[in-house]
């Protein structure tokens, strides 16, 4: 009998475990850890979200809904879409409900990929794009940002990484995790590029909401943009709904019309009580999601700041809610800083190389935790700082 290993494609052999989890992993096996690791909001979902998912099941709504999702939750997320972000979109044919941001992504560009086709992904990026394009037959080609360019995509390095197998771009904005948002001017710069190549745009948006500074400016709001955008969104970071796994697609008929087809081989439909609540998060939460936002930019002020103080530089960054100060001047590598903080003084973060081409020499800090424990983080790390 041959080994299990051999058993295993390929494909999936080669990718390596998230290196999130490996730092995650660790923390949970130790008492008293500050973890700064996860990206995940530390606010619970408000509580009329929750009362509707509990009266959805009160009133036994426990069957499958429709493939692309209940038809009110679609119709919803084209007002929020329009109102929010000036992108039109029809709920019957444009929009599909979807198991988490993940899914949306993958069936993407599960969608779109044929063997050997290039997917452009700017990085650093969250740990997911590479083995997603990876698994779907693509290839990947990085474009990697620079810090003196506050980790901005530069049309140059754009137009210089496309060849003729290019198909699509894959960007995330605010981005994970570097904190980057790319204003209205910066997306208009890279649409001229996408247009002048016939790209598609795979434009991650799930921290639309976390925009700090300018208001977030949809790809698909940008004209002759949303016939080729594929736009990814959910309801996890926003709205504090990380373990409802909801997210969405918003994208032309004919493309959601394919992706829907490998939704449903895939899930069926997403979770029935959490599309209850993603209605009334739609429709009555947005207080909450302005509340949620005010804490964070608080919390990103002062842990930036205090981050620049140790120095550790890092940018401001314009939304999400990471930090990705440069470790360079300590002599160690991003993994070496990391394992040695968490083992000296008990402090989680992610080590920048994870992220891809250009995040070696940083680290991932996740300001989603209380003010508290963010001031006891960089006192911690200060301490670790002053021992090297």
């Known amino acids: 009998m041959n080994t299990m290993k051999s058993y295993i494609a390929k494909s999936v052999d080669k990718i390596p475990p998230s290196g999130i989890r490996k730092f995650f992993d660790l ?23 929750r009362e509707a998912a509990i009266s959805s099941l009160e009133r036994g709504y426990t069957s499958y809904t429709a493939n692309a999702g209940l038809i009110e939750l679609r119709r919803a997320i084209a007002d929020y879409m329009r109102e929010r972000f000036q992108a039109e979109y029809d709920p019957e044919q444009e929009i599909i409900v ?8 993958d069936i993407a560009l599960r969608t779109i990929i044929d063997p050997g086709d290039e997917i452009a992904v700017v990085e650093p990026c969250f740990v997911s794009y590479g083995p997603l394009v990876q698994l779907a037959g693509g290839n990947v080609v990085s474009i990697g ?50 247009k002048k ?4 745009v795979i434009a991650d948006e799930i921290y639309a ?24 969104n959910g309801f996890s970071k926003g709205f504090a709904m990380t ?3 909801l997210g969405f697609t918003c994208a032309p008929k004919e493309i959601s019309k394919a992706m829907l087809k490998v939704h449903q081989y895939t899930m069926m439909c997403a979770s029935t009580p959490a599309q209850y609540a993603a209605i009334e998060a739609l429709q009555n939460g947005m207080e909450y999601v302005e509340e949620m936002k005010n804490d964070y930019r608080r919390r990103r002020n002062f842990f930036v700041e205090s981050l620049n103080e140790l120095g550790l530089d890092c940018h401001m960054p314009g939304g999400a809610f990471y930090a990705f100060p440069s470790i360079k001047g300590t002599g160690l590598s991003s993994e070496q800083f990391a394992e040695q903080l968490l083992l000296s003084e008990k402090v989680a973060v992610v080590p920048g190389h994870v992220f ?13 935790s209380s003010i508290e424990q963010l001031q006891e983080a960089i006192k911690r790390m200060k301490r670790f700082l002053a021992s090297l």
């Open 145 to 194: 940002t620079l810090a003196q360019n506050d980790f901005k995509l530069q049309p140059e390095e754009l137009e210089r990484a496309i060849t003729p197998k290019t198909k699509a771009l894959l960007i995330c904005s605010p981005n994970n995790p570097t904190g980057t948002q790319l204003a209205r001017e910066d997306l208009i710069a890279i649409c001229d590029i996408v």
């Open 243 to 245: 373990g409802w796994r």
């Open 98 to 105: 979807t198991s988490g941001g993940s899914e949306a992504l």
């Open 197 to 200: 190549y016939d790209l598609l």
């Open 209 to 232: 909401e976390l925009a700090y500074d300018i208001p977030h400016t949809s790809f698909a709001s940008l004209e002759g943009m949303k016939e080729r955008t594929i736009l990814i």
């Open 356 to 368: 891809g081409k250009g995040g070696e020499g940083y680290i991932r800090c996740s300001y989603a």
């Open 27 to 49: 923390a949970a096996n130790m008492e008293g850890v500050v973890s700064l690791g996860v990206g995940e909001p530390d606010f619970v979902t408000s509580w009329s979200v």
